[in-house]
């Protein structure tokens, strides 16, 4: 099974900037393809965001598309999502979830919970005035 370990998240203002990160102790995430889940209270989770194991052709929701950013540092075994110009719509427990995918067979990362098999904990953004 493989550990998730997330980080980041807090309360800010609209227009404020965060940087989540999700990484994994014991082993390498260059294996997986990460993607980002978001779910505010009352609402189903919903995909963010997701990079594959090729790092290419990164893939957002269209709620967030110029404002978020997912990359990964190999070195650090980390996946970020960086968020920019918050809104208070975006006000939601955020998760990273991991996509086995070691011969990186798969064309695009997957958007769909039902792909992924291991989730991080979950961190809190909260974007109000």
Request: glycine letters at 10%; charged letters at 20%; hydrophobic letters at 30%.
């Amino acid at each position: 099974q493989v550990t998730l370990i997330q980080s980041g998240g807090g309360l800010v203002q609209p227009g404020a900037s965060l940087r989540l990160s999700c990484t994994a102790s014991g082993f390498t995430l260059d294996d997986y393809g990460i993607g980002w889940f978001r779910q505010a209270p009352g609402k189903e989770r919903e995909g963010v965001s997701c990079i594959s194991t090729s790092d290419s052709d990164p893939i957002y929701a269209d709620s967030v598309k110029g404002r978020f950013s997912v990359s990964r540092d190999h070195a650090r075994n980390t996946v970020y999502l960086q968020m920019i110009n918050l809104r208070p719509e975006d006000t939601a427990v955020y998760y990273c979830a991991a996509d086995y995918d070691p011969l990186r067979l798969r064309d695009a990362c997957p958007m769909a919970r039902r792909e992924y098999d291991d989730w991080g904990q979950g961190t809190q953004v909260t974007v109000s005035s």
